[in-house]
């Protein structure tokens, strides 16, 4: 268990989540990739999980680009982001929990099993009521 993730996870107070560049100014402390990954966070539903994470609609895209995850090889979206209506992340936040283990906070857990793991249509979300990094 990575005690530091686990801490994180339970503190972040924020619907946004993923923004790296923001986090530190949020925060007050510097970014630390340490502080967002845990193996050992396995919950049983992991994958509805990031399936929400995946199937929530578009709300901004800013590019079509696409780059390399700085992780692994895998082609990834960038300048895309999601939406429920109360959490917003970059698209490509399912692929670092997919593949790089990186641990959600408590409150996106938390509201996506309040959903039921449904995604609302895009016509339900509206982007000027989220909680902007």
Known sequence: ?????????????????????AEERHTGQPFDLSAHIDE??????????????????????????????HKCDETINTLVYRSDGILFWPDDLSHYVEKH??????RFVHRIRERNYKTPPPD????ETLDWP
Request: net charge positive.
């Open 1 to 21: 268990m990575n005690i530091k993730a686990e801490k994180f996870a339970h503190d972040w107070k924020y619907n946004w989540y993923g923004f790296w560049y």
């Open 40 to 69: 050992n966070w396995l919950p049983p539903d992991k994958d509805k999980i990031i399936e929400y994470l995946k199937k929530a609609p578009n709300m901004v895209v800013a590019s079509n680009k696409r780059k390399k995850c």
């Open 101 to 106: 283990f990186f641990r959600l906070p408590d």
């Open 124 to 127: 339900d979300v509206d982007m």
